[in-house]
């Protein structure tokens, strides 16, 4: 076995003694750069080592979702300022000052009952969510979207036990590979949409249907994703293992598994905002009264006297996936922490 394979730097023989000491010189001082980077309290340096840091990668994470929402709200605004209704403002932030603004184009989807503005759907999450009740919206779908991540998270975990449990399998086995990849590519064809009644008039409305809904949704990127990590260590570090005897079990636990860890997070950051997807859908057919299902359906029938009331459910339900995402992202940095610079 060469030197390289043990770890130990080795350099072709047109490469002299003092040319290779350059070399381990280079790389030393590279190292070093690295360290100072991130160790600095000051400088160029300690703002790259801060952004490098697991908590400056979160921190990079949310402003560009930050930035995302920034961005959406001016597009959103500058569609209706051009293609929308009149705008009349009065009290602008409860002062005398107001607007008025005639939009010089006219399209039916930036009226304000097809797109309203973004204050008015703020105003009215901050209103009752019936007339007769003190609630406010905003208190309502926040306890709806907990219930629905409640969901979620079960068909998560469901899910990516069974994707991670596929992945060993298909490794290990050719012959189930060959046989099931197929079978699971192909469930995923099947619209979600149409799929929902059929599981819940085979396993009956309430929780368990939108937990298999979910983990539906769910198992497919993290078994795809976990088939190519656990393939992806170096084959040096395979051969390794078999010179020492060692059994399937001792290679998939040391080599193979710490190895496929970056692309199980990849899949799981998918896996999550699908899982609170394939709640949504669920509760609907489910019979589930508690979640955002059911209040997107209840909204949508008010439609015509609250439109507010539906798109300010849609935002609760994008914040909620945003924030399974952020929380698996949250656990990737920590379980990556040691494994130097990841990707933002």
């Known amino acids: 076995m060469c030197s390289s394979d043990l770890g130990v730097p080795s350099f072709p023989p047109s490469i002299d003694v003092a040319e290779a000491d350059d070399v381990t010189v280079a790389a030393d001082v590279e190292a070093t750069a690295d360290a100072l980077a991130v160790d600095s309290d000051t400088g160029v340096e300690a703002a790259v080592g801060r952004w490098q840091t697991p908590g400056g990668r979160l921190l990079r994470t949310a402003l560009a979702l ?118 699971v590519i192909a469930s995923q064809t099947i619209p979600i949409v149409a799929l929902a009644p059929i599981i819940v008039v085979s396993f009956g409305r309430g929780l368990t249907s939108v937990v298999i809904i979910s983990t539906y949704l769910t198992f497919f990127p993290v078994t795809i994703a976990m088939v190519r990590g656990l393939r992806s260590p170096d084959p040096r570090a395979l051969e390794l293992m078999r010179s020492y005897a060692a059994s399937r079990w001792a290679i998939y636990r040391k080599v193979r598994l710490p190895a496929s860890i970056p692309y199980l997070f990849t899949a799981l950051k998918i896996a999550a905002a699908a899982s609170v997807v394939g709640a949504i859908i669920g509760e609907a057919p489910g019979g589930v009264k508690e979640g955002l299902g059911r209040a997107l359906v209840n909204f949508n029938q008010q439609y015509i006297t609250g439109p507010e009331k539906l798109w300010g459910t849609i935002l609760i339900a994008s ?24 990707e933002a």
């Not at 208190?139 to 990516?160: P, R, W």
């Not at 914040?319 to 990841?342: H, K, P, Q």
């Open 66 to 183: 930050l930035a995302f929402f920034a961005i959406l709200a001016v597009a959103w605004e500058a569609f209706k300022w051009l293609f929308g209704d009149p705008w009349r403002l009065q009290g602008i932030l409860g002062t005398s000052l107001a607007y008025e603004h005639v939009p010089p184009f006219k399209l039916l989807q930036a009226s304000d009952l097809q797109l309203p503005h973004l204050w008015a759907i703020a105003e009215k999450l901050a209103g009752p969510v019936q007339r007769s009740q003190e609630q406010t919206l905003a208190a309502y779908l926040v306890g709806a979207a907990v219930y629905t991540l409640a969901e979620a998270a079960i068909g998560f975990l469901l899910g990516s036990a069974i994707g991670i449990a596929l992945a060993s399998v298909f490794v290990h086995s050719r012959l189930a590979e060959r046989a099931l990849i197929p079978y």
């Open 319 to 342: 914040l909620a996936g945003i924030a399974f995402y952020v929380l698996v992202r949250v656990v990737e940095l920590i379980a990556l922490r040691g494994r130097g610079r990841m």
